[in-house]
């Protein structure tokens, strides 16, 4: 069974930097994507970012060119670095992994139990 575990949360002021990591623990027979959502109170989910099997990544426009997405070789390991943070990014984040656990099953798609992350002045 895959579990994703978040890490790096916490609170910060405006403008400052945190890097998020989720490791992946349990095997999986593929997996198709690595990302990151988050939720702030009051609002639904959003996705942030993602990391494709191809190697692409795709972002949501609000954090373009701050937050960056990376993972480790093995996909055991995904972060997300975020630079000039703003008050709107306060959210619960999570990790997110789309994948096959094995040849007979179909996709499926876990997530983590989420990190909050505070940007407060």
């Known amino acids: 069974q895959v579990q994703l575990v978040e890490s790096g949360g916490g609170l910060v002021q ?20 690595m990302g990151w959502s988050r939720q702030a109170p009051g609002k639904e ?8 099997r191809g190697g692409g990544t795709n972002y949501a426009d609000s ?9 480790d070789n093995g996909w055991n390991t995904v972060y997300l670095q975020m630079n000039r943070l703003k008050p709107e990014d306060t959210a619960v984040y999570y990790c ?8 007979q099953r179909g996709v ?7 990190t909050q992350v ?4």
């Open 14 to 33: 405006p403008g400052e930097s945190l890097t998020l990591s989720c490791t992946r623990s349990g095997s999986i027979f593929s997996i198709d994507v």
């Open 45 to 52: 989910r959003e996705l942030v970012a993602t990391v494709h």
């Open 63 to 71: 954090v373009k060119g701050r937050f960056t997405i990376s993972r």
């Open 96 to 103: 997110d992994l789309i994948g096959y656990p094995n040849r």
């Open 108 to 114: 499926v798609t876990y997530s983590g139990q989420g």
């Open 118 to 121: 505070t940007v407060s002045s």
